[in-house]
């Protein structure tokens, strides 16, 4: 029986690899989108894939909210987070929400196919590698308010103060605000350092 695969991440390189290993192989049909509405729209039209490997980072990803999104519109398909490093609170958050596991992008090629096959068994496959899966840190990665984290979003896609501030009928001084508490509460430098720290550990 061939395994229908849905690799959706905006890595190239490794997109390329992954999908040419697969398709090469005669037990597996490897499809790929770069983006969370496309992996949305190829789940809809052609709901039969087996397993769905999610890349937190690509355009269009929002945490936990787009993973659900994701989990619901695979159906019977089994979704794993196919990621660098994701916080582990996250980790266990998705698991909750029916997520299958974790596969680092680490993951020597070779055995992909191992793992693959283990999920597809019925079994949930965390790597113990914890270079893969960052510690809790006391939960101090978890303070932020929604609307910190809404902030924070708008701030990591480029938008100024004014125009979040607009976009939350707010005054600039409470933006300031929100961006201070968020910075503190991150240990970030800045507000591009709190949008890379937000993104490495999976929050937005």
């Given at each position: 029986m061939t395994l229908k695969l849905l690799l959706a991440d905006d890595h190239n390189l490794l997109v390329e690899a992954v999908s040419t290993m697969l398709n090469a192989m005669p037990d597996y049909e490897a499809v790929t989108t770069d983006t969370l509405n496309g992996a949305l729209a190829l789940l809809t039209e052609h709901g039969d894939f087996d397993v769905v490997l999610l890349d937190l980072k690509m355009p269009g990803m929002v945490g936990l909210e787009s993973v659900q999104k994701v989990i619901k519109t695979a159906g019977d398909g089994k979704v794993v987070l196919f990621t660098g490093m994701v916080d582990r609170h996250f980790l266990n958050s998705a698991l909750e929400l029916g997520c299958k596991g974790l596969i680092p992008k680490t993951m020597p090629l070779k055995s992909l196919d191992s793992v693959i096959q283990l999920i597809i068994s019925g079994q949930v496959f965390v790597p113990m590698d914890t270079a893969s899966v960052a510690?809790?840190?006391?939960g101090k990665d978890h303070d932020l308010s929604d609307k910190?984290?809404?902030?924070?979003?708008?701030?990591?896609?480029?938008?100024?103060?004014?125009?979040?501030?607009?976009?939350?009928?707010?005054?600039?001084?409470?933006?300031?605000?929100?961006?201070?508490?968020?910075?503190?509460?991150?240990?970030?430098?800045?507000?591009?350092?709190?949008?890379?720290?937000?993104?490495?550990?999976a929050l937005i």
């Open positions: 510690g809790d840190s006391g910190e984290l809404y902030v924070l979003r708008l701030a990591a896609d480029g938008l100024t103060n004014k125009e979040i501030a607009r976009g939350m009928d707010a005054s600039e001084v409470t933006v300031k605000m929100h961006m201070r508490s968020i910075c503190k509460k991150l240990g970030a430098r800045n507000r591009a350092h709190a949008a890379m720290i937000s993104r490495e550990r």
